[in-house]
């Protein structure tokens, strides 16, 4: 009999891409992670691909280490199914692609260059030349 192989559950996934994202704002490598939990580089592997999911005492202990709420994995969570959503709100477009976007490495590197710059105008001046860019690139 062949094994098949299971997808991770979105949740699971998303959980642990956010995972990855904090720990890389922090600069902290997975093995270093890894030991501050007692588990191999290999297992925080898993558990920001969302291949194994992460139980709750488990989470708050990342939460911890990572020094952010519980709550921070789940921000941007795809809806899981069988509740009721609020009136108005089942249309809204997911969060989802920021947050992948911030998991990326180029989205971290320029999340962080970008906080680094302190002039408000010359933020500013970024977004707009950011945004002709990628609206003459449509065209």
Do not use: C
Request: glycine residues 8%; aromatic residues 6%.
């Amino acid at each position: 009999m062949m094994a098949v192989k299971k997808t991770p559950n979105p949740i699971d996934k998303h959980v642990g891409s956010r995972v990855r994202m904090r720990r890389m704002m922090l600069n902290m490598s997975q093995e270093k992670l890894g030991d501050a939990l007692d588990l191999t580089f290999q297992q925080v592997q898993k558990y920001e691909k969302g291949t194994n999911r992460i139980g709750a005492s488990r989470l708050q202990q990342i939460a911890d280490i990572l020094q952010v709420a519980v709550e921070f994995f789940f921000e941007g969570a795809p809806h899981a199914g069988g509740g009721s959503r609020a009136e108005g709100f089942a249309d809204a477009p997911s969060p989802a692609y920021v947050a992948d976007f911030l998991a990326s490495s180029d989205g971290l590197a320029l999340t962080k260059a970008f906080m680094l710059i302190t002039d408000p105008k010359l933020r500013r001046r970024i977004v707009d030349l950011i945004e002709q860019i990628a609206t003459s690139d449509k065209r």
